[in-house]
C-alpha cells in the first residue's frame, strides 16, 4: 500500500511537469516562427494564457494539431440566445455566423460581434466547465462519504476517513469560537464554501486544469455571498456598531460632526472585508500558478538563449523548484479555503455577536 | 492580452459561479452535510454515553472493592476475636482441668492419710492387744514359773506391763 500510494505520487509530478512541458513547446514554436529571429522566449503570453478563461480545454498542440475539447458558447445579443460549440470557431481561423449577428474570436479568446453589437457571455468555458466537474466530483465524494456512515456503525473509514477531519474542522474549529452557539444555522454555507474551494483549488493543480479559483470572477461571487449573509444576519448591536459607533459615549451635538467622517468609513467597511476576501483567493491561487509556470518557463528561456543543451542544463533545477512550489501550492490549496472560511465565519460572528 | 482583464470579473462566470454554488449548498446541505452531522452528533452522543458508562462502572467497582475490603477487614477481626476466644477457652479449661486434678489429688492423698492413719492406729490398737496378750502369756509363764503369791505376782505384772508402754 506505501509502495503504491509513493508510486502514484511520483508519477503523479512527473504527470504534472510532463503537462506543463507539453502545453508549452507549441507556444514556443509559434512564437519563434512568427519571429523568424532567435530572440529571447517570452513566457508571458502564454502564462496569462494559461491563468485565463478560454471557450475550448487546450490539453497541448502536437506538431500543429490542437488537443483540445470545444466547449459550448452561450451568447446573448440583443435578446438574441446564440448557442453553439467553440469548435465552430476552428481556432479563431473562421466567424460563426447566427442570423445576423457575426461572431469573431481573437488570440485572446474574446469574443466580439463584427458590427459591435454587445455580447453578453454566458458560455460554458474552461473554468465553468473545470467548476462543473469540480462540484460534480464533491457531490458524489460528499455523497459516498454521507452513505458510508449507515455502516460500520459510523467508524470512519477510506475516503471517509479523509473527509471527516475537515467537516470536523471547519464545524468545531472555524465554525464554533468564531460564530458562538448559533454557528449551525451557517454550517451548510461554510462548509460547501471550503469544499468548493479546496477541490477547485486542488482541481487547478492538475497540468492542463483551470484556474478556477484564480478567477476574480469566481471569488467575487462567493465574496457577495459572504457579504449578504454578513449583513442579512447583522442584528441590531452590528448595525448600531457602524451607524452610531461612539453609542452613547457622548453627546449629539458631539458626534455629528465626527459621524461625517466616520460614516463613511464604517459603511466602506462592509464592503472592504469581502473585497479583501475576494483579493486574497484570488492573488494567492494564480499567484502560485504564475509562480510555477515561469519556474517550467525557465526551461524554454534557456534553450532559446543557450540552446537544447541549455535547456537540458536548467531543466533538472526547473523541475526540482516546480516540485518545491507544488507542493506549497498543495498547502497553499487548503489555506486559502481555511482562511475564506474562517474570515466568513468571523464577520458572521461579528455580525451577530451579542451586546456584551 | 491586457493584464487588466485578469481582474475584470466576466459576466459568464459570475453567473455560472452564482448558480452552481447556491445549488450546491443546497444539494449538500440536504444530501451531505445533514448526514454527516447527523451521523457524526450521533457516534459522539454515544461515545459520550459509553464514556459516562465506564465512569459509572468503574465508579460502582471502587464501590464493591471498599465494601469488599471492609468486609475482609471485619472477617480478620472476628477471626482474632474468635482465636483469642478460643485461646482463653482453652486456658480456662486447662486450669480448670489443673485445678480440678490438683483437688482431685489433694482429696486422694488427704483420703490416704486418713486411710494410713486409721490404719495405724488400728495396727497400734492391734499391737497393744497382741502385747497385752503376750505381755498376759508371758506373766502366765512367769507367775506359772517363778511367783508364789498371787498378790506379789500381779503387783509386778502390772509395773512390768507399765514399763512396756510403747507409745
Do not use: C
Amino acid at each position: 500500500m506505501e509502495r503504491l500510494h509513493k508510486a502514484i505520487s511520483i508519477s503523479f509530478f512527473f504527470l504534472l511537469s510532463l503537462g506543463m512541458f507539453a502545453s508549452n513547446p507549441d507556444s514556443h514554436n509559434k512564437e519563434s516562427s512568427s519571429t523568424e529571429t532567435n530572440e529571447l522566449y517570452n513566457p508571458v503570453p502564454d502564462v496569462m494564457h494559461h491563468i485565463s478563461d478560454a471557450h475550448d480545454w487546450h490539453f497541448f498542440t502536437f506538431k500543429g494539431t490542437h488537443f483540445s475539447i470545444p466547449l459550448p458558447v452561450i451568447l446573448l445579443t440583443d435578446g438574441n440566445l446564440d448557442v453553439f460549440m467553440s469548435s465552430a470557431f476552428h481556432h479563431g481561423h473562421e466567424t460563426v455566423t447566427k442570423g445576423d449577428r457575426v461572431y469573431e474570436i481573437d488570440e485572446h479568446g474574446h469574443i466580439s460581434e463584427a458590427s459591435g453589437k454587445t455580447i453578453l457571455n454566458f458560455s460554458i468555458t474552461k473554468n465553468v466547465a473545470s467548476m462543473l466537474l469540480a462540484v460534480t466530483l464533491l457531490f458524489f465524494i460528499l455523497r459516498k462519504v454521507a452513505k458510508a456512515y449507515r455502516k460500520n456503525n459510523g467508524v470512519p473509514r477510506g475516503i471517509q476517513a479523509f473527509i471527516e477531519p475537515l467537516v470536523l474542522f471547519v464545524k468545531d474549529d472555524v465554525a464554533k469560537p468564531n460564530i458562538g452557539h448559533n454557528y449551525k444555522k451557517y454550517l451548510p454555507y461554510l462548509l460547501t464554501l471550503f469544499f468548493f474551494i479546496l477541490i477547485n483549488n486542488l482541481l487547478g493543480l492538475l497540468p492542463g486544469a483551470a484556474n478556477v479559483t484564480g478567477n476574480i470572477a469566481l471569488t467575487l461571487v462567493l465574496s457577495v455571498f459572504t457579504l449578504i449573509i454578513t449583513n442579512f444576519s447583522g442584528n441590531k448591536n452590528y448595525w448600531g456598531h457602524i451607524f452610531n459607533p461612539l453609542g452613547s459615549s457622548m453627546g449629539w451635538g458631539a458626534k455629528v460632526p465626527l459621524y461625517l467622517i466616520l460614516l463613511p468609513i464604517e459603511i466602506v467597511g462592509i464592503f472592504i472585508k469581502p473585497i479583501a476576501l475576494m483579493i486574497r483567493l484570488f492573488a494567492n491561487m494564480t499567484a502560485g500558478h504564475i509562480v510555477i509556470l515561469s519556474l517550467l518557463s525557465l526551461i524554454f528561456m534557456a534553450q532559446s538563449g543557450l540552446g537544447t543543451g541549455g535547456a537540458f542544463g536548467v531543466a533538472p533545477v526547473s523541475v526540482a523548484f516546480v516540485l518545491f512550489m507544488y507542493l506549497i501550492e498543495l498547502l497553499v490549496a487548503f489555506l486559502q479555503a481555511y482562511i475564506f472560511t474562517l474570515l466568513t465565519s468571523l464577520f458572521i460572528g461579528l455580525a451577530i455577536v451579542e451586546d456584551h | 492580452m491586457n493584464p487588466l482583464d485578469l481582474v475584470t470579473p466576466g459576466i459568464g462566470l459570475i453567473f455560472w459561479t452564482s448558480v452552481v454554488f447556491l445549488l450546491l449548498v443546497f444539494i449538500l446541505k440536504k444530501y451531505a452535510w445533514k448526514p454527516i452531522l447527523d451521523a457524526v452528533e450521533k457516534r459522539s452522543d454515544s461515545i459520550e454515553k459509553a464514556i459516562n458508562a465506564a465512569d459509572e462502572a468503574k465508579a460502582s467497582l471502587d464501590q464493591l472493592n471498599i465494601e469488599r475490603d471492609k468486609i475482609k477487614k471485619e472477617s480478620l477481626a472476628d477471626r482474632d476475636t474468635m482465636l483469642k476466644e478460643a485461646r482463653d477457652t482453652k486456658n480456662q479449661i486447662i486450669s480448670d482441668a489443673k485445678a480440678k486434678a490438683k483437688q482431685e489429688t489433694d482429696k486422694i492423698l488427704t483420703d490416704a492419710r486418713e486411710v494410713i492413719k486409721n490404719e495405724k492406729m488400728a495396727a497400734i490398737t492391734e499391737l497393744k492387744n497382741q502385747v497385752a496378750i503376750l505381755s498376759l502369756e508371758i506373766a502366765e509363764k512367769i507367775v506359772k514359773d517363778q511367783l508364789s503369791s498371787d498378790d506379789k505376782q500381779k503387783a509386778l505384772v502390772d509395773s512390768m506391763v507399765k514399763e512396756v508402754n510403747l507409745n
